[in-house]
């Protein structure tokens, strides 16, 4: 039979003095509105920096290293099942989804203790379960994505130092990215990331990566993630913004925080495309570092092309030969994800500025077509009209050269 394990967490949490925990009784009596007043109250950087393991949310797939002092019978390595019950020696089955590490490790003190007197309880996770998490706003491909983790108790010894700020806070840090970043941070081999405990979380980085990177109107410096709050603190939800700018352009990992099961990542847009930010993100591997666009019409080599990210139409024009004479005005043609098509026309000029009007900056999928020229479409006309009259008169003057 599965105890309530979460009732009594999640719907009251009535912990006893002695485990030093203040709860809240009216936390699972909050109204609707009151959820989305929770919702628009942000929370400081500082704050979310200093979320550790006791903060995780437990479900399905983790692993917890449980252990009893001077009773090893009942410690050991157990994992949640995927209906959210860890099966422990003595307790049986206990339903503990939605609950922390914190919760569950008095929770279990308290159970234990039908059993044995004053019971010294540890609670351990190592093995993290992936996440689902949705990125949304300005990226490539917005949607869910699963993310991955993993423990490596071994690298503790080795991250305690790397993951101490200078101010002193030990914060949640993760995978930046394969190349050098700005002001000296370097990813370790493999994109591996560093954290409390050893372990390798998924971050905000490896949640815009998995959308494909961002677009040239992102807006970096303005990436909101909202995520559930804790039963024991009052449930509801909580967000932070992040100036995800400074990761790129100087190293400053404060921003790449931690990413929890059931997190939401959006990145603001801006009104105009800002294409340093765009160059940046393909050096650090935050986006792709080449798209591929078609180059059609009157260019030397038409076909797909495959440019630098941030790349111009002019770039491409040029990497397809360039534009051969007799040409006419540029085509631009843009699907949207709203499923509307840009379509642009405007003269060629090699001279113009990055995403200046008559050439802006590409995304993957533009199609770029240079039109006939006048001169050049009446050329192509009488061609096709007089072709036939001339192929008529040398097949007559070839047979008449031969019947004499």
């Known amino acids: 039979m599965k105890r309530p394990a979460s009732t009594l967490f999640q719907r009251c949490l009535r912990l006893t003095a002695a485990a030093g925990i203040t709860c809240s009784l009216q936390a699972p009596l909050v109204k609707a509105q009151d959820a989305q007043q929770q919702d628009e109250r942000p929370v400081p950087l500082e704050q979310r920096a200093q979320v550790t393991y006791d903060a995780y949310i437990l479900g399905p797939g983790d ?6 002092l001077d009773l090893p019978e009942l410690s050991g390595r157990f994992s949640i099942g995927p209906d959210g019950t860890l099966y422990l020696p003595r307790l049986r089955a206990l339903y503990i989804e939605g609950l922390t590490v914190e919760e569950l490790r008095y929770f279990l003190t308290q159970q234990y203790g039908f059993y044995v007197r004053d019971p010294q309880v540890y609670v351990r996770p190592v093995a993290y379960r992936p996440i689902r998490v949705y990125v949304g706003g300005e990226v490539k491909r917005p949607g869910y994505y699963t993310l991955s983790g993993e423990t490596k108790l071994s690298r503790l010894s080795e991250t305690a130092e790397a993951n101490r700020l200078q101010s002193g806070t030990a914060i949640d840090t993760g995978r930046p990215g ?6 000296g941070a370097s990813p370790s081999p493999g994109g591996s990331g560093l954290s409390t405990f050893g372990a390798v979380f998924p971050t905000v980085f490896d949640a815009i990566r998995a959308a494909q990177g961002i677009t040239p109107y992102s807006k970096l410096a303005d990436v909101q993630v909202t995520r559930k709050r804790a039963q024991g603190l009052g449930g509801g939800r909580i967000r932070t913004n992040l100036d995800f700018l400074s990761l790129i352009t100087e190293g400053n990992e404060s921003q ?7 997190d939401v990542v959006s990145v603001g847009r801006s009104t105009t495309v800002l294409r340093d930010q765009l160059l940046k993100a393909g050096q650090t591997n935050l986006s792709p570092q080449f798209i591929s666009v078609f180059v059609s019409g009157r260019v030397k080599t038409p076909g797909g092309v495959t440019i630098p990210q941030g790349s111009s139409v002019n770039q491409a024009i040029a990497l397809a030969g360039g534009p051969r004479l007799l040409r006419g005005k540029v085509e631009f043609v843009r699907f949207t994800r709203e499923g509307e098509i840009d379509r642009r026309t405007f003269g060629y000029n090699p001279g113009a500025p990055a995403d200046a009007p008559n050439n802006p900056v590409l995304m993957a999928g533009d199609l770029i077509n240079i039109k006939e020229s006048p001169l050049s479409a009446t050329v192509t006309v009488l061609n096709e009209i007089t072709g036939p009259a001339v192929g008529i008169y040398s097949v007559y003057s070839l047979f008449n050269g031969i019947s004499r």
């Open 256 to 262: 790449n925080i931690r990413l929890f099961d059931g």
């Open 178 to 183: 394969l190349g050098q970043l700005p002001g």
């Open 63 to 68: 692993g917890l290293q449980i252990e009893l």
